[in-house]
């Protein structure tokens, strides 16, 4: 039979994404490491520990495995607490440290993607409260400008805060992510502080590098109404709409947006978004429910009927949202990246699928055109997943954290033929997934 590719531009970037409290290790100066000391805030009361031991130097050999994984770029965090112990100190070292994987990726030929901020805060901004503090966004922009300044030679393409919503709603709304609070208002402060953050960056990073491509890793989650003909269902699927998915990005091209009823306005934020990070992962529908209280929106939610949901429960498999997800992402007018897309697997059984059929989708779009740039899967190797300790596991590689020994996936191998080929083919489909071979090659 003849084959059939779904191939990609040139230049297509194709990595995978990583985090620096969820792999690193000994990171021990942070608001993540302390929420980790109390009893019942990790499942199975895991703990970070060792992580992938990128702080002791075992980047150097999954940098190993990205390159040989055919892998052209890839997405790594720089640690803030570790950068700025102190209010009054800078760490050089801990910088060197960073410049020491920038040289490393380049050594490899792999394209830097580079986050500030993923999900930790330095402790001494927790004890100012955190992001709810007025004067932390200025503080975060003299971080960000300070590292831009260090290493605007190996960078030039920057994610200046990852999820800022998953961050607010984790940590303020629901309580499972420090600081464990459930507050509406407080989550609003911390989403409106976080965007100065965001656009007080922006501005001094350009300062610095004019020449730099800043951006934010946006948490994009569909939401749909559970009943397509109940109105209830409707408005509160479109409220989880505006406040999940549209308040950042409008935000960012506008200087302002609606936010739970309120238009929220900060001027020097507009413009601030040279491309737009989509971190996308599943969907859920969303039903009308006064009982569920004001915290949920008075709403339930559940995952999409009939799509095939990961092992731990955490991720329905929806690609035809993530076709959506771009689409939506269109009235922002900047090039798009796909910063994270993943499953929890550790078997290996759903992840292949899942990227063929979010690969497929992706090319669907690249083929009308709608300006994306690359691809970064989540993630390289296992690594720590926040509240969920060691119990779900994202990696093309599987890690024994005891021995920090990594076992190649079947998944690792499919990726590795995808970034190679620059395109999925029919070849591929059928030698890793050939129940999906009808689906995508019809007749
Ligand atoms: C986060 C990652 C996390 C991944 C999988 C994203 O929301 O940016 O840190 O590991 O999802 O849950």
Redesign the pocket.
């Known amino acids: 039979m003849a084959e059939a590719r779904f191939n990609f531009p040139r230049g297509f970037l194709w990595g995978t994404a990583t ?1 620096s409290y ?1 792999v690193e290790g000994n990171n021990k100066n942070n608001q993540w490491h302390q929420w980790e000391q109390e009893e019942g805030r990790i499942m199975e009361g895991d703990s970070s520990g060792l992580a992938c031991d990128w702080w002791g130097g075992r980047w150097r050999e999954d940098f190993d495995r990205a390159d040989e994984g055919k892998q052209n770029a890839l997405r790594f965090s720089i640690e803030w607490s570790r950068i700025q112990p102190e209010p009054d100190r800078w760490d050089e070292h801990a910088l060197d440290h960073y410049i020491d994987m920038l040289r490393g990726l380049d050594e490899r030929g792999l394209f830097p993607l580079v986050t500030l901020h ?2 930790t805060d330095p402790l001494w901004i927790t004890e100012m409260g955190g992001w709810e503090n007025e004067a932390v966004p200025e503080l975060f922009a003299a971080y960000a400008e300070k590292v831009t300044d260090a290493v605007k030679s190996y960078v030039t393409t920057w994610i200046t805060i ?2 800022p919503n ?1 961050y607010a709603a984790l940590g303020y709304l629901l309580g499972e992510f420090p600081p464990g609070e459930k507050h509406l208002g407080r989550t609003i402060k911390v989403m409106t502080n976080m965007a100065r953050g965001h656009a007080l960056a922006y501005h001094k990073m350009k300062a610095v590098q004019p020449e730099g491509r800043i951006g934010f ?1 946006h ?1 994009y989650r569909g939401f749909s109404p559970k009943r397509s003909r109940n109105p209830l269902d409707w408005l509160t699927a479109s409220i989880y709409n505006r406040a999940w998915n549209d308040f950042f990005p409008t935000m960012f091209r506008d200087g302002k947006a609606r936010l739970v009823g309120r238009v929220i306005s900060i001027p020097e934020a507009k413009g601030t978004q040279d491309y737009l990070g989509m ?1 996308f ?1 599943t969907s859920d529908t969303v039903q009308f429910s006064l009982a569920a209280g004001l915290n949920n929106l008075f709403s339930h939610r559940a995952f999409p009927e009939g799509a095939e949901v990961s092992p731990n429960g ?1 991720i329905a498999s929806v690609p035809e949202d993530f076709f959506h997800a771009l689409e939506w992402a269109l009235q922002f007018d900047v090039p798009l990246i796909v910063t ?1 897309n ?1 499953v ?1 697997d550790r078997k290996d059984h759903l992840r292949r699928e899942y990227l063929i059929e979010h690969i497929h989708q992706l090319w669907r779009a690249v083929n009308f055109n709608y300006p994306i740039k690359g691809y970064f899967f ?2 390289l190797v296992d ?1 720590f ?2 509240n969920k300790g060691w119990t ?1 596991r ?1 990696g093309l590689w599987e890690l024994d954290v005891e021995s920090q020994s990594r076992n190649r996936r079947k998944s690792a191998d499919l990726y590795a033929e995808i970034c190679e080929e620059n395109a999925l083919t029919s070849d591929m489909v059928r030698r890793y997934s050939p129940n999906l071979f009808e689906k995508l090659f019809p007749g």
């Open positions: 985090a969820q993923h999900f990852n999820e998953v890793a948490h971190n992962y955490m994270e993943g929890e989540w993630t690594n997943e926040w779900h994202f």
